[in-house]
């Protein structure tokens, strides 16, 4: 398995998937190595082995809390050296190729265009089957279809032509393959990501966010947001929906958890809008404070122009919150009880934005029904879906 | 002895809400008239309805009244479909006003509104209740005799209340838990009432023509004319099968392909085949037997899936929420005299509202299971709910604290 993140080192839900996917797969006896790009103690993991890629001569491999980041080289003569995201990619490749000749496996399991090239490697190595698992591609991170960094759309073309079978989180992200790349549906299979709902850390009995609870009882609701801050998850368009329910429903405020290039550009617009005394920025969160945005929201919106899945949908449901989610999203592909809106349609979230806040027997309802649906997930279900195909390609069966 | 069919159907078309927002909401106060083509589009809804259902099932029923004199039915058709129908298909109004002119076409009495107001305001209900009475007497010069409630909804204050107002009888579903050992076939006498009856649905019998006739699945079908007259033959000692069902079965929730029409066409000549055997309407058939037994209904019944209970339209908090506030308007709606602004409040006390809003069918996704214009019952809520802000600030605006 190769993976260029796990939990708690994660910045966002391609992390949470690996891990939860690897989990399970284990339950149902798949022996897995876990190849990572960096260094870290994941003591804590018993269900698989965990191994570091380090390039050669280098010591350790240290990673910032944000995907796309610089990774720190701590080399064995002492020397430290930045490397970029592409520069980490191909060093990566190197030490997977290094390993694979030295590993038995049977297959390999490669996720997102980060490993793509240590997978093409390992399987030209070894002759193994190559899996590729598409949590994002290029057009969805960019916004836009066609759109991204041209590099990265190279990477994703050639793995997606060369894999052997190809994995999609959703519907959603298998139409986006197929449109981007020209790959033929009956090579992707969709398996969608899960939620393990004993998995989330439970809520303690104080919220950290003390300023919003004791607005909520004077008669304010909150509106929630987690998720990266970047072009893809439409926070510009939540920022007007929401200025524009607050005309209707005043009493209420948006909380924007999370870090990106937007940050600044999302501050400014608040305040250009009008509502920069009703908006909290609270940049990335871990763990307690990560926990109770979630719980502290009457409703957690996730606008996303093209969410390939979000996890963060099924997440709020289980610390407590409704969700309304953009159209555009995998998860709206398996949760009925929610609110949808097309991306786009800012009149249509302000809409439902203002009639959840005004209306607490509509979130207490659909928080109850969602939370039935929840209480149903499991990525075991999932992982049953992907046994198939590891099958399939060990047999032989397929070219 | 006879022994009659007693057809029953019953004719029913909401104002569906369009797509309201909160920002029209003290804008504008159109809330029941959505674009043409939308999926609440009621305009659109009565054309569909018209010519899948309506017009061949009139088209037929008229010929079946009139080769044989022996056929009779009985139709409760509610105010807000009359409207729509006057509004946007005159043709279907002369259809159904030519089945009543056979004489043999008995119209029975319900709310205009289609509404749950027997359970929250006695007031408004019968004001409803006369308004219908009223539009019967104008379009067809009936006046009716025997009474039903909103989704069938029954129970023995209902039942006291309609024999006070004069009604010689009343219609229920024939639940199991309600009638016991008893058979439905037969007309009862309500608990606690002086002189009215009580007919009640046979909803096996009439559940094989309303919802599994098309069914390839079920064990009987195809289910034919004379296959189902010969299930009733089969009971010797029934007075009257109750055969109470949605117009909208004929053409509609069975699609013409599935062969209901030639089923209706056919079911009066294999029914009368053998001797003794008629049709009744509801009066008829309370005036021809005697009531068997008393039957005591507590609490309400309807005609609504396996809980025959009210749980469809009032069984989670936005249900209950969103009632509760509409009649809590009551007084000040009436006090305005603002007839547009008190009949848009009626038409949004129409049950099938509260019915989009029900979720116990959700979870599973199986999102087909009922039928609506909206996507999810929280779309309908939030349509209805700023609808309802709307109302109230019309109120506000005529100096009325809300």
């Known amino acids: 398995m190769l993976g260029w993140e796990l939990p708690p080192h994660n910045s966002g839900g391609l992390g949470v998937a690996c891990y939860q996917l690897s989990k399970a797969l284990s339950k149902k006896g798949v022996d897995i190595e876990f190849v990572l790009p960096y260094t870290a103690d994941h003591s804590d993991i018993d269900f698989m082995k965990i191994n570091a890629a380090h390039p050669q001569n280098v010591e350790q491999v240290l990673k910032s809390g944000i995907a796309y980041d610089s990774f720190k080289y701590i080399k064995t003569n002492g020397e430290v050296e930045w490397i970029d995201i592409i520069g980490q990619s191909a060093l990566y490749e190197e030490a997977v190729g290094r390993i694979a000749e030295l590993a038995e496996f049977d297959v390999i399991h490669a996720h997102d265009w980060l490993t793509c090239r240590a997978g093409l490697r390992a399987k030209m190595v070894s002759g193994k089957p190559l899996i590729v698992h598409i949590h994002s591609i290029e057009a969805d991170r960019a916004g836009q279809p066609h759109g991204g960094n041209p590099l990265v759309r190279e990477i994703e073309s050639i793995s997606l032509l060369l894999a052997d079978h190809i994995i999609a989180v959703s519907e959603h992200t298998k139409r986006g393959i197929m449109r981007e790349y020209g790959i033929p549906a009956d090579k992707i299979e969709v398996v969608h990501n899960s939620i393990n709902p004993d998995d989330l850390a439970p809520l303690d009995s104080n919220n950290a966010y003390r300023y919003l609870e004791t607005m909520k009882s004077l008669g304010y609701r909150v509106v929630v947001n987690i998720g990266r801050l970047s072009v893809q998850k439409g926070l510009p368009n939540l920022l007007r929906a929401f200025a524009r329910a607050a005309e209707r429903t005043p009493k209420m405020f948006l909380l924007v958890v999370g870090s990106g290039e937007q940050y600044y550009e999302l501050i400014m617009l608040a305040a250009e809008l009008g509502i920069g005394d009703k908006v909290l920025f609270t940049e990335f969160q871990r763990g307690k404070n990560w926990r109770d945005a979630y719980a502290i929201g009457d409703l957690f919106v996730m606008p996303s122009v093209s969410e390939p899945f979000g996890i963060t949908a099924l997440e709020a449901i289980g610390y407590g919150t409704p969700v309304l989610i953009s159209k555009q999203s995998g998860v709206s592909e398996v949760l009925h009880n929610c609110l949808k809106v097309d991306f786009w349609d800012i009149d249509e979230m302000a809409n439902k934005i203002a009639a959840v806040a005004g209306n607490d027997s509509l979130r207490d309802e659909m928080h109850a029904q969602s939370h039935r649906e929840w209480e149903r997930m499991s990525w075991d279900k999932s992982v049953d879906k992907l046994l198939p195909i590891y099958q399939k390609h060990l047999s032989g069966a397929a070219s | ?402």
């Open chain 2, 1 to 402: 002895m006879s022994k009659a069919i007693v057809l029953y159907l019953h004719v029913h078309q909401p104002y569906r809400i369009r797509h309201y927002t909160i920002f029209d909401a003290a804008a504008n106060h159109n809330y029941f008239d959505a674009p043409y083509d939308a999926r609440e589009s009621n305009e659109q809804v009565i054309h569909k309805v018209a010519e899948k259902s309506y017009i061949p099932a009139n088209r037929h029923l008229l010929e079946l009244l009139n080769e044989n004199q022996e056929f009779k039915l009985s139709l409760s058709i509610t105010g807000t479909v009359l409207e729509q129908l006057e509004k946007w298909s005159p043709e279907t109004l002369q259809s159904f006003k030519d089945l009543v002119a056979t004489g043999r076409v008995e119209i029975v009495g319900e709310t205009y509104h289609h509404s749950l107001a027997f359970f929250y305001s006695r007031e408004e209900f019968e004001a409803q209740v006369a308004m219908h009475r009223e539009k019967v007497q104008q379009l067809f010069s009936q006046t009716p005799k025997v009474f039903r409630n909103t989704e069938l909804s029954y129970n023995n204050d209902l039942a006291y209340w309609a024999d006070k107002a004069g009604y010689k009888g009343i219609l229920a579903e024939g639940w199991d838990k309600v009638l016991g050992w008893r058979s439905p076939n037969y007309v009862y006498r309500p608990a606690y009432t002086d002189n009215i009856r009580l007919l009640m649905k046979n909803y096996k019998l009439s559940d094989d023509i309303a919802f599994r006739f098309g069914n390839r699945g079920w064990a009987e079908w195809p289910l034919t004319a004379d296959k189902f007259a010969h299930w009733l033959n089969a009971d010797p000692d029934a007075t009257n099968f109750d055969l109470f069902m949605d117009y909208e079965t004929f053409g509609e929730h069975q699609w013409h392909d599935t062969g209901i029409f030639d089923f209706l066409r056919h079911l009066p000549n294999e029914w009368l085949k053998t001797p003794g055997n008629t049709f009744m309407t509801v009066s008829e058939a309370i005036d021809n037997f005697e009531a068997k037994d008393q039957v005591d209904v507590p609490y309400t019944v309807t005609w609504a899936d396996t809980e025959r209970d009210l749980s469809a339209w009032l069984g989670n908090a936005m249900q209950t929420s969103a009632i509760t506030g509409l009649y809590g308007l009551q007084d000040k709606i009436l006090s305005t005299g603002d007839l547009a602004l008190i009949e848009d409040w009626r038409r949004l006390q129409t049950s099938d509202h509260f019915y989009y809003m029900c979720t116990k069918w959700f979870n599973d996704g199986d999102i087909h299971a009922y039928f609506s214009p909206y996507e999810t019952p929280y779309e309908a809520y939030i349509n209805f709910v700023n609808a309802y802000h709307d109302v109230r600030f019309r109120l506000s605006e005529k100096g009325i604290e809300v």
